[in-house]
């Protein structure tokens, strides 16, 4: 998770949300927002950390982009080809999570 600075919470970590939910934030209907996930392994020396992240999109990137119209879990290939072409921007999670009740 990348760090944001938010001028409710201060720096916080960001989830990746696609321009028309940043755009839209309080008309877009939660029942329209997708959410995908990936899980990422991070090798470490002596340790393997697994990392859950998430890309949040809505239905006009299903269209435009063919991303997958259900949540679903995806690789790390799929994930990075998505964050690379979606139009992905970080927010902050706690405003963004509370205004959808994720
Ligand atoms: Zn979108
Ligand atoms: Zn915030």
């Known amino acids: 998770m990348s760090v944001t600075v938010c001028e409710h ?4 970590g960001a989830d990746q949300i696609c321009s028309h939910l ?19 392994v991070v090798m470490d020396d002596d ?10 999109y809505c239905g006009k990137c ?6 997958p119209s259900e949540n679903s ?5 799929r ?4 964050e690379r072409i979606g139009p992905f921007t970080g927010v902050c999670y706690l405003c ?3 205004l959808y009740n994720l």
């Open 9 to 12: 919470h201060g720096k916080v």
């Open 22 to 40: 940043a755009a839209n934030r309080i008309d877009v209907s939660p029942l329209k927002l997708k959410v995908i996930r990936c899980i990422q």
């Open 47 to 56: 340790s393997t950390e697994r990392m859950r992240l998430s890309l949040f």
């Open 62 to 67: 299903v269209e435009e982009y063919g991303f």
């Open 73 to 77: 879990e995806i690789s790390d290939q």
């Open 79 to 82: 994930f990075n080809d998505m």
């Open 96 to 98: 963004f999570r509370n």
